[in-house]
């Protein structure tokens, strides 16, 4: 069993990759903040309950005993796709970044990001030691 099929690391991993393209949308929407025409843009979300729905793709099956509990397997979530429902207000020039809010997106997405890392390194922390320990 590798590291790549815990599903919790699989999940941090493919939070952590979101807030990296998510970093970089923002980055160009501020990049373009007067640029006429241009439209702010942002990522939808990740989608995890694909990863929660479907049953492991090899080995033992996990035995789910309520329906609140939470299944999954290490399967990859489909590439990000940009949200164009972003309901910006428009400049007369047709710009529709608002600094304020761009701002605003990329220090909540700092966060969330070292988050997720924090919970990853937490969790290898955690493998480590139940490796290690006799």
């Given at each position: 069993?590798?590291?790549?099929?815990?599903?919790?690391?699989?999940?941090?991993?493919?939070?952590?990759?979101?807030?990296?393209?998510?970093?970089?949308v923002l980055a160009e929407n501020v990049a373009n903040?007067?640029?006429?025409?241009?439209?702010?843009?942002?990522?939808?979300?990740?989608?995890?309950?694909?990863?929660?729905?479907?049953?492991?793709?090899?080995?033992?099956?996990?035995?789910?005993?309520?329906?609140?509990?939470?299944?999954?397997?290490?399967?990859?979530?489909?590439?990000f796709r940009l949200d164009d429902s972003a309901g910006?207000?428009?400049?007369?020039?047709?710009?529709?970044?608002?600094?304020?809010?761009?701002?605003?997106?990329?220090?909540?997405?700092?966060?969330?990001?070292?988050?997720?890392?924090?919970?990853?390194?937490?969790?290898?922390?955690?493998?480590r030691t139940a490796i290690t320990r006799r």
């Open positions: 069993m590798s590291l790549a099929d815990l599903n919790v690391l699989s999940a941090l991993k493919i939070k952590m990759g979101w807030h990296q393209t998510r970093q970089n903040a007067d640029t006429p025409g241009y439209l702010a843009r942002e990522l939808r979300p990740p989608d995890f309950t694909e990863m929660l729905n479907s049953g492991p793709s090899d080995g033992p099956a996990m035995l789910r005993t309520n329906a609140m509990h939470i299944g999954g397997s290490a399967s990859q979530l489909s590439s910006y207000e428009v400049t007369p020039a047709g710009n529709s970044v608002s600094l304020e809010d761009q701002m605003m997106n990329v220090a909540e997405n700092q966060m969330d990001y070292q988050l997720a890392t924090t919970l990853y390194s937490r969790s290898l922390g955690l493998l």
